[in-house]
């Protein structure tokens, strides 16, 4: 049987992996500045992580949530105490999709509306509802085009996004807080903080995806924090698990529960929280939150040697390094020539860097070195 052809591939096969670099069937290794899209979180094969999820897979991987679960609660507990956010309850799931799915049902069933605000270059997932609310009509089908869904400007007026709340049957306005698919582009404080009044306003519920840029990325354990902001429903996964698949949905406690209005099968399982739970552990025993915010500073430094870099997108470990002319022919002479992982993004003059957030200054080294010599 053929795989159903849809990803453009390097012909890279990777074996193995450790800290921040992966090693392929040839015995080359590379530097990973990409983290499978922003997924490893505390470094390919933590010893932590290994030993947690090894631990628990011989004990018990897997049953379902017809049962009582303790690691939820205490998943739970941890994730709260390190992102100092109160009073919102998690649900459990297995991917940023299905946790911005389940994040616009919530408000749905909250408020008894149907349409859903969003923003140019937003990029929610691939499911039937979020990739509606992805700017993205290459991944649309006419089927997911049937959902209620409005895209505004990403930008400082808020006229247009208050026009549409005032008809009255606007659900949820969702936002990246820092864009990632789209480019890194972030609004103001005063934007977010706007957005936030005229949620409440209007009797609509403000959803903050932070698949992408959660979990300590940014430097803030939340990228929304740095803004002052209460989101109603907040959506997290990628660097949750470290590679092992899990989302969640936080949700304000103003949201009341009830029975079967949300469901999942494999989500939050006795091995998905084994994963989860490690992680939040290495991040706060290595204090990760800083070491991502510290290394920004010094990207930026090191990207001053370099003329050719017009602007620096991003914050913490969420970094766009944005250049004077398109970047795809760059990133391939990144990988074949030095070894190094890079992603892209719809910017096409964008280079995105999203290593673990274990990452050391002697990386970026590695990185800026590489950028001299291709750019000569």
């Known amino acids: 049987m053929e795989l159903f052809d849809v990803y453009p591939l390097y012909d890279i096969t990777p074996v193995k992996a450790k800290g921040a670099y992966v090693f392929d069937k040839e015995g080359k290794k590379y530097l990973d500045l990409y983290g499978g899209h922003a997924v490893i979180s505390i470094g390919h094969s933590h010893p932590a992580y290994v030993n947690a999820i090894s631990k628990q897979v011989a004990e018990l991987g897997f049953y379902s949530n017809s049962v009582k679960n303790p690691m939820q609660q205490e998943l739970a507990d941890k994730l709260e105490k390190l992102s100092q956010i109160k009073d919102y309850s998690l649900f459990l799931c297995n991917s940023g999709a299905e946790a911005n799915e389940n994040a616009l049902k919530v408000a749905s069933f909250h408020t008894g509306k149907d349409r859903v605000i969003y923003f140019e270059k937003a990029f929610h997932g691939r499911t039937s509802g979020v990739v509606a609310v992805t ?73 903050a995806d932070e698949v992408q840029s959660g979990y300590g990325r940014t430097g803030d354990f939340f990228a929304f924090q740095k803004h002052n902001i209460r989101p ?95 970047i795809a022919q760059l990133r391939k002479e990144l990988l074949f020539k030095h070894h190094i992982f890079t992603g892209a993004s719809a910017n096409k003059k964008l280079l995105r860097i999203l290593p673990p957030l274990n990452i050391k200054k002697e990386h970026f080294d590695k990185l800026f070195k590489a950028l001299k010599i291709v750019l000569k």
């Open 135 to 207: 700017d993205n009509e290459n991944i649309q089908a006419p089927f997911n085009q049937n959902h209620k869904a409005t895209k505004i400007a990403f930008e400082e007026d808020t006229e247009s996004l208050e026009s549409e709340l005032k008809k009255g049957d606007v659900a949820a306005v969702i936002f990246e807080v820092i864009q990632g698919v789209g480019g890194l582009d972030e609004a103001s404080t005063e934007f977010y903080q706007k957005t936030a009044e005229l949620c409440k306003k209007y009797n609509s519920v403000l959803i």
């Open 232 to 326: 109603d429903v907040i959506s997290v996964a990628k660097g949750m698990g470290n590679g092992f698949p899990v989302g969640g949905v936080l949700i304000d406690k103003s949201i009341k529960a009830k029975s079967g209005m949300l469901g999942t099968t494999f989500g939050g399982n006795h091995l998905a929280c084994a994963a989860g739970i490690s992680v939040l552990k290495v991040i706060e025993k290595e204090n990760l939150l800083k070491n991502a915010s510290d290394l920004f500073e010094y990207v930026k430094e090191k990207a001053t040697e370099i003329p050719q870099i017009k602007k620096i997108k991003g914050r913490g470990l969420m970094i766009g390094l944005e250049f004077d002319f398109e």
